[in-house]
């Protein structure tokens, strides 16, 4: 089936550690995007990509990087410079970039970063 | 983007109408409003949006007020899965440039669906 895959579902890190989550989508979508969302809060834009080899930074990318060499993979570093990461982490992707940006986000199931 | 207005959360009988408000004041002309869902700790689902005219899929139903500063999902069956956190956003479609991709998700509805 087409969809939206991240991995880890679960992952635990010690703090200064540098930790990678992983995003592929199937859907043949030109966007891809990260989400941060803490506990009864709403969804935070870390990152988003219209374009393979493009990304540009969201409302809070201090202490992340993203990159985008291939269309279907869009990871997230989660480095030691950022400063509360504990959090659930969303990965969404779109079908039309631009102009025909339709607003529709497919979300995948999300990460859920816990430091000690 | 247009800063939207949920109650924090509503109550439904399972296989009645839920009606969820969401109020837009300052929305401007070019800004859809758009509905999504997010069943805990899953990631949010695309439910529907519209610009001006009432729309409804397989879903629900979106009723946007005449003067667009307000509307109202309509789940017309509600069940026991329907229950989730209901998230109203307004944005402008096709936007581009600084305002692409965000979609500024509020704190939301968080409907709970009871037998």
């Known amino acids: 089936d087409g969809g939206i895959t991240q991995s880890p579902k679960y992952l635990f890190r010690k703090e200064g550690q540098n930790v990678t989550l992983s995003c592929e989508q199937n859907l043949n979508h030109d966007a891809m995007y990260w989400y941060r969302q803490d506990p009864g809060q709403g969804l935070r834009l870390i990152y988003y990509?219209?374009?393979?080899?493009?990304?540009q930074k969201g409302d809070i990318a201090e202490g992340y990087s993203v990159s985008r060499e291939k269309k279907e993979s869009f990871p997230l570093t989660v480095t030691s410079a950022q400063k509360n990461p504990t959090a659930f982490y969303l990965c969404?992707?779109?079908?039309?970039?631009?102009?025909?940006?339709?607003?529709?986000?497919?979300f995948g199931e999300g990460s859920r970063l816990t430091v000690l | 983007d247009a800063k939207t207005t949920q109650p924090p959360s509503m109550d439904c009988a399972e296989g009645r109408a839920a009606n969820l408000p969401c109020n837009h004041s300052t929305i401007s002309g070019n800004e859809y409003v758009y509905w999504y869902r997010q069943i805990h700790s899953q990631g949010p689902q695309y439910i529907i949006h519209g610009l001006k005219n009432n729309e409804t899929n397989e879903m629900a139903s979106l009723i946007i007020t005449e003067d667009r500063k307000s509307s109202t999902l309509i789940l017309p069956h509600a069940t026991l899965r329907d229950t989730a956190v209901y998230y109203c956003?307004?944005?402008?479609?096709?936007?581009?440039?600084?305002?692409?991709?965000?979609?500024?998700f509020g704190q939301g509805t968080i409907l709970t669906v009871h037998p």
């Open positions: 956003i307004v944005r402008p479609l096709g936007a581009g440039g600084t305002s692409y991709g965000k979609l500024t």
């Open positions: 969404a992707s779109s079908p039309q970039a631009g102009a025909r940006d339709t607003g529709e986000l497919f």
């Open positions: 990509s219209q374009i393979v080899n493009d990304f």
